[in-house]
Structures are given as C-alpha cells and as structure tokens.
Nanobody, 124 residues
Framework: QVVLVESGGGLVQAGGSLRLSCAASGRTFGNYDMGWFRQAPGKEREFVAA????????YYAGSVKGRFTISKDNAKNTLYLQMSSLKPEDTAVYYCAAKAGGSYYYSKTLYDYWGQGTQVTVSS
C-alpha cells in the first residue's frame, strides 16, 4: 500500500509558475514509477508526465513538454512537478500516481495508487 498526498496547487496568472509536490508513505517509494495526471471539468483524466523508478527516464505529454519538469527525491519520498509558463488550459485537478513496474507510462489504467488531487487554476 502506498499513500500519496499532493500539495502546492492554487490560483496563478497565465505565464506564472507553480510547483506541485506529492508526498508518499507506505511501501518503498523508490521502487515505483511515478506519474502526474490531470482532469479538467467534463474531461477525461489525462497523462501529464512520468518518471521511472530510477529517476533516469522522464516522459511528457506534448502539451506540457518544455514547460513542465517532473522530478523525484527518493530520500524525501517526494515527487515534484515544476510548472512554468502556465496557460489557462492547464487548469485542472492534478493527481500523482504510482505504479510498480512495466515500461509504459502514459495510461492511467496502469497505475496502482492515486492521491486525492490538488486544484490548479490559471487565470487569463
């Protein structure tokens, strides 16, 4: 069992930055691939970014590549998402998720554990 708790969401103007954190507890954090997903009102939950359990590989949705950076600190059991150049279309609830193994990162169905989400609102 892995418990994930997101924080760092809020209201920001377009062009601004936010850093989301996801604190993990339970089983060894370092053994899990981690991802960030988001869900806007009336839309499906979509992939944002992921990082392999080693931290050596990262993956991004095309819509955020070059603006968002995913990272993890295994010593602190924490996952991060640094978001910059934010746009109104980035407005959503952001979720962190964990999965054990596998080489595909983009599908939400592959993730075993989920946080409760944190709201990010970008005003124009």
């Amino acid at each position: 069992q892995v418990v994930l708790v997101e924080s760092g969401g809020g209201l920001v103007q377009a062009g601004g930055s936010l850093r989301l954190s996801c604190a993990a507890s339970g089983r060894t954090f370092g053994n899990y691939d981690m991802g960030w997903f988001r869900q806007a009102p009336g839309k499906e939950r979509e992939f944002v970014a992921a990082i392999s359990w080693t931290g050596g590989s990262t993956y991004y949705a095309g819509s955020v590549k070059g603006r968002f950076t995913i990272s993890k600190d295994n010593a602190k059991n924490t996952l991060y998402l640094q978001m910059s150049s934010l746009k109104p279309e980035d407005t959503a609830v952001y979720y962190c998720a964990a999965k054990a193994g596998g080489s595909y990162y983009y599908s939400k169905t592959l993730y075993d554990y989920w946080g409760q989400g944190t709201q990010v609102t970008v005003s124009s």
